[in-house]
């Protein structure tokens, strides 16, 4: 029964595919659709976002490199979009130096997969974020947090600031509302890896710190809500 269950939920997952490679993008849908997935592919960024727009997608697979719209660029545009700022991204690129994985990370990917890897890992990771896309935020708490002008409110998975909407990622959302759950708290790098990104991310040095970054330019003038605690990792602000 529960397995039945979940094939049933599997079922009625969409994930977008866009690779400009046939022969990739042949192997990925294979493998996402063995795996129970409904899956949309497209070979341009153009094409993708259309499809992307229609059809609302759980997950997005993306290429780094594609013609008319590049990978980095598509996935500013969504994440930039409240339609479909929630939607999960994971790239695929043969770009695997740091610098590009911070990139990724920076504009608003959920994870990193780099060429060649094998169709096992993709799915695994495909997986792993799915599953972290469905679980409510970490800290249990349901109720609204408002510190200073910032207020957030994980029932709508929304955060203002000043009275104004600000647009998270999902990993930007998670990881400012797992803080604020515990506010005074001292959290590692490792833990907030482990916690909030999951433990099939892509884990380096600077992975937490690109996200920090990212919520900290996003608070504005509350930006020292998040504090950095060196050699230890981040808290959230305790009360005055």
Known sequence: MILEKRQTLLKTE???VIEDEDDILEVIAYN???????VITSTSG???LEKIEKSSPQLVVLDLMLPEIDGLELCR??????LTRSIPVIMVTAKGEESDVVLGLGVGADDYVTKPFSPRELVARVKAVLRRSRARPEGDSRERIARGGV????????????GEPVLLTATEFRLLHFLATHPGRVFTRDHLLTRVIGED??????????HVRAIRKKLGAHRELIETI???GYRFKDKD
């Open 14 to 16: 969409k994930i977008v």
């Open 77 to 82: 545009k969504l994440k930039s979009d409240p």
């Open 46 to 48: 153009e094409d993708g």
């Open 230 to 232: 060196r050699g230890v």
């Open 32 to 38: 996402l659709k063995r795996e129970g997935y409904e």
């Open 151 to 162: 207020v957030i409110d994980p029932q709508r998975h929304d955060v203002q600031v000043d």
């Open 201 to 210: 991310a892509i884990v380096i040095d600077r992975n937490i710190d690109v």
